[in-house]
């Protein structure tokens, strides 16, 4: 047994973790956590829905008939460091001399291809005369603007682009301004997160980007709501303490900083479920932070969301109706036959084989639990080889089959049938989801009843030069929504644009003419 010192106890209470978490947390790495058991990939047809026009356009009709009712939030996980972007050019910097060779001489030696296009393409950056100006006059040779350009943008006593979120980088170029992710995520709201003529977001983001954001939103606020005449109504939460999870040593003991503290790591995008869980809307859109397009792409963009928040409403008036009728007992067999082919078919909720020979009562209490749950839709986008999470059936340890989204890192890649399933995945998650979280009452769910805790990761880590073993949450469209009801929809895949390094900034989706 742990024994918690009274140093120990201290950190927990300010961190507001309770002994017991940080003892389940002991336990998750000494039993490891099981992987993920694949039943089938996801496909059109057995899982994925893929809509007509014309019912594309009886959902988007049902949507704007609707919406005037409801309460809208676009939720945005924002807190993603622009760091890992530059990757490649914080490497530049860091290895590269310019008292030894020129910066082509560099490029050709190593020969890297990030590098070559990045300094090909350098006037197609949305922040190439932000940049310029900076350094005019101040480099000589083309080597030294090179070299410059990149200081320039990264360097702490300079633009500092490294430090500062992915949400607030310029990430396309009007010509007469350049706009950042958060100013086009402020746009897109405007397009169909919008009631009354007002539009509420809502960003996670980390405690020190504030100001930042604060700072942005007084600039982009204004501008966004003059435009499209849309009032913005902009709120900011950070990931909380609490969610941080503890690091221990490969002998699974807690792992001990120099100055005798407990070491707690970030618990990973999956904490988000409690900032999710404190928003109060009926319908809540999410999407990432750097997946955002330029003005052409944007009614096609709008079209998909509304498609997918009509379905959910289409299937919410199907489903409470029905929540309301199992509330009070008012059901025949038929009805009860009924209710369960709309949860097989329409939420995609499958029933152990064992469900016919339960009492009628019984059946009638596994109906109420498996039709009061959250719903999403998820979008998905054909695979293009992208790294990430795809939709899957998956089998749990208890034989329940469901649909979810699976990440590569939660199956056994040394097991050749689950390996042949993964690669057999048709589609990808590009995170567009739309999120009912009401019961027919229109009370809001307690999301954390709804997560399956056994989905998390744990990784091997350093710190200090010393080994260390680190645990992350659930993801949040991942464990974190494991029991929700899930619905899959094919959606274009121009709605999937993110920004992993600066120079997916050099796509046609990210560039403004």
């Not at 050709?108 to 949305?126: A, E, H, V």
């Not at 100001?211 to 939103?217: G, N, R």
């Not at 059946?363 to 992208?386: H, W, Y």
Request: aromatic letters at 10%; charged letters at 25%; hydrophobic letters at 40%.
């Amino acid at each position: 047994m742990i024994e918690f010192s009274p140093m120990d106890l201290q950190q927990l209470l300010e961190k507001g973790i309770s002994k017991e978490k940080v003892l389940d947390q002991i336990e998750t790495f000494k039993e490891g956590i099981p992987f993920v058991r694949l039943e089938k990939a996801a496909i059109v047809s057995d899982g994925i829905m893929k809509l007509s026009k014309a019912r594309e356009k009886e959902l988007v009709s049902k949507f704007e008939e609707l919406k005037r009712f409801l309460s809208l939030l676009k939720f945005v996980p924002a807190s993603g460091a622009a760091s890992r972007m530059f990757k490649s050019l914080f490497d530049f910097l860091e290895q590269y001399d310019p008292r030894v060779e020129g910066v082509d001489t560099y490029v050709d030696r190593l020969d890297d291809t990030d590098l070559k296009t990045f300094f090909k393409q350098i006037k197609k950056f949305p922040f190439y005369e932000i940049v310029q100006k900076r350094i005019k006059n101040k480099a000589g040779s083309e080597n030294d603007i090179k070299y410059r350009f990149v200081s320039e943008m990264l360097l702490k006593e300079n633009l500092n682009y490294g430090f500062y979120p992915k949400g607030l980088l310029p990430f396309h170029n009007y010509g007469k301004c350049t706009v950042t992710a958060f100013e086009e995520h402020l746009k897109e709201a405007s397009r169909y997160v919008v009631v009354n003529n007002k539009a509420k977001l809502h960003f996670t983001i980390s405690e020190q980007h504030q100001s930042l954001f604060s700072k942005e939103f007084e600039a982009a606020g204004p501008r966004v709501s003059k435009a499209t005449k849309t009032e913005l109504e902009v709120t900011y939460s950070n990931q909380k303490p609490s969610t941080d999870t503890l690091a221990v040593t490969p002998d699974n003991e807690p792992f001990m900083m120099d100055d005798g503290s407990l070491l707690f790591r970030p618990g990973g995008h999956g904490a988000l479920i409690e900032n999710l869980n404190e928003q109060n809307a009926d319908i809540i859109f999410i999407k990432n932070i750097d997946n955002v397009v330029v003005p052409k792409e944007e009614a096609e963009l709008t079209t998909s969301k509304k498609v997918l928040a009509g379905l959910l409403l289409e299937i919410q008036q199907k489903a409470f109706a029905y929540a309301d009728q199992l509330d009070r007992n008012d059901i025949n067999g038929e009805q009860l036959h009924e209710i369960k082919t709309f949860l097989e078919n329409d939420l995609n909720v499958r029933f152990l084989q064992s469900f016919s020979s339960f009492s009628i009562a019984e059946q009638l209490e596994i109906l109420k639990d498996k039709i009061n749950r959250p719903i999403r839709i998820c979008g998905m986008v054909k695979n293009e080889g992208e790294p990430g999470g795809g939709p899957f059936w998956i089998r749990d340890a208890h034989d329940h089959i469901s649909l979810q989204i699976v990440e590569s890192a939660q199956v056994d890649t040394t097991d050749e049938s689950q390996m042949a399933i993964l690669k057999n995945s048709t589609h990808f998650n590009p995170v567009d989801l739309v999120c009912g979280v009401r019961n027919f009452r229109g009370e809001k769910y307690n999301l954390l009843n709804f997560v399956d805790t056994k989905q998390g990761f744990i990784t091997q880590k350093t710190e200090d030069g010393k080994e260390l073993k680190a645990l992350e949450l659930p993801g949040l469209w991942n464990g974190a929504m494991a029991f929700w009801n899930t619905i899959f929809v094919e959606v274009p895949l121009l709605t999937f644009n993110p920004v992993k390094t600066v120079n997916d900034l050099l796509k046609p989706t990210h560039q403004v003419t």
